[in-house]
DNA sequence: CGTTGGCACTCGGTAGAATTGACTGCTAAC
DNA sequence: GTTAGCAGTCAATTCTACCGAGTGCCAACG
């Protein structure tokens, strides 16, 4: 009986070759077509030599176990995302043509100017290279260090912190005080949250003078002002790039109008591509990372890791019937490059 | 045979009473249901009190004057970019119903944060406001003055300059060094760009040491990064709201594509609005801005004015057929409120 | 027993014809 | 100059018939 069980379905989640070459060619002709597949173009397709009978008879168990839907009666099959799912599991990675490969190495080779400035056109980059919107989120600096901090006057109680992190990132905080600063005053708290805060982490709490004079008081607000950072966001950026795709690569307004309107927020953007990294998956198809008006979506991430570190991601967005293996290569090459051009390299810019 | 040529053209572009009260009551009827209009629901509209066969001879006459177009023979007429142009001219500016006007000033009551916080969230609300996608263009800082600059040392060979503006704007540069700088140096040439800058504003050219030790290398170094930046962009900040309300507002995919990646491209947004302004416009419709993606649009455009000097601008970008009395009066709400948070109240923050 | 060819059936998509109805332009009368 | 009436136009809609892709089932075959 343990035999039989076995047989019939070897594993949960695994297929017997046959069905696994099967849903595979459904699945790479219905990305390549957008239409639903029969059985007798998948019976003529390469790696498949049985009669389209035999298919039929093997979609209708894929169909059974959840890879296949069949839009209406007389119509043939189309992936559900559990069937994308497998797809992708069983995916031998893929490699870039020469061209795109030229044209991101030509990138790397040529990009210059501020790392925001350098992801936002990784971005551009990556969506052009693949034809979806990508997005591309640098790491918070909560764990960056604090090399610099200075308090600056722009009106008697309007001062401005400006604080310089190890991984070279700039925050400012506005610092309102009820009564009028004058110059020393604001010199001599910068001085002091110098010495106070560098070196420190954003998670470090530090000891901020009790007395209750303007120095103090000014010290006390802009560190309370700078920790208060930590709960909404954590310094990630995101940049995005090609969101105009979406309108190329999705059918239907109301689908359009939902990415788009998830795109919008950043927060939102963020979080996804984290929780798609903190499962360990690089692809989450349709459902897989539960935000409802992105079911139709694709998203792919890859890691962005200098020296071992995690400086950030990059991904991409398409429809469930994405290219996945050129835009799993494309992802892949850029986040290596990214981290390499900001790793060693760096100073040969 | 003046008076005969006064009489049937009164003024190139001024219609009797008759005709504009007809073209008025096409475009405002064309608005609300995106349909061509006919002549007897003119006549039948409140300001009209002729017959449908009069609608129409003066129809005729609008249409050869280039105020309307037919779609097809048997249908109704449809405004051009010229009709539209008379419709706004002659637009007696209205006003935000009062649950928006509390919105709006509930807003500005509230809202806290950086400048660029602030702006961003801006433009959330007037897309909210309107269901337009809207643009927020914060003014560059080319007149502003330095406050402070500041170098710091990331890596031997790789030094951050910081620099503060008057506006409150602060500024990174990425100063990279062919030779191992030590941190007396850095601090060194960090007071003479103090020194040399605060006070002036990017466009006063400075004199910078010419000796070729490693502290006046770095000033040279940063005082040219710093001033390279004006070509490019005068540091001015674009945000844009609802994009997504794109796909709701216009039909046709390609229509929609064409128009998000226009908006992809900040650089392009900022010139059409500054374009728009420096003509002296605050609606610019159809092919009027000239950018021919764009055709299907109309641009609302209104000043941010604190001090008498221009801080920037808000716009909305909608379909020709966008409903532009509450638009215009959204925007110049906002734009009013604006000024008014950032100019003297500021402080009450 | 798995595989295959054959066959009847289903059902979405399309093409054409007929119909509808919302307009117009024109003209003749007021 | 204005209006009612009328004939004409043309997009949109509806209906019908039909086609064909594709299925499920079954009987035959190795």
Known sequence: MARRAAKTSPSPSDL?????????????????????VGSSSVAHSADVDVSPATVRSEMVALEREGYLAQPHTSAGRVPTDKGYRYFVDH????????????????FFANVRGEVEDVLEKTSTLLSELTSYTSVVVSAGHSHASILSVQLVSLEARHQLLVTVFSDGSVVKHSVNTTFDANFVDVSEASRQLNALLIGTTLEHR???????????????????VLHAEQPTTDGEQVFIGGSSKVAEVFVGVETVRKVLSILEQELLVVTLVQDILNRGLSVAIGSEHGYEPL??????????????????????????????????????????????HFGGEDDLA
Do not use: F, N, W
Not at 23 to 28: F, G, I, Q, S
Not at 91 to 106: E, F, I, P, T, W
Not at 297 to 315: K, L, M, Q, Y
């Open 91 to 106: 995916l031998k990675s893929g490699v870039l043509s020469s061209a795109q490969q030229y044209q991101v190495r030509d």
């Open 206 to 224: 530090v000891q901020v003078p009790s007395r209750s004079d303007g120095v103090a008081t000014l010290v006390r607000e802009s560190v309370s």
């Open 295 to 340: 079911s139709a979506c694709a998203v792919i991430v890859a890691p962005v890791t200098i020296d071992g570190a995690s400086a950030g991601a990059v991904g991409l967005l398409g429809p469930t019937r994405m290219k996945y293996r050129e835009a799993l290569a494309a992802a892949g090459m850029v986040s290596q490059h990214l981290a390499r």
């Open 16 to 36: 017997d070759a046959r069905k696994a070459t099967i849903l595979e060619a459904v699945v790479a002709e219905h990305i390549d077509t957008a239409q639903p």
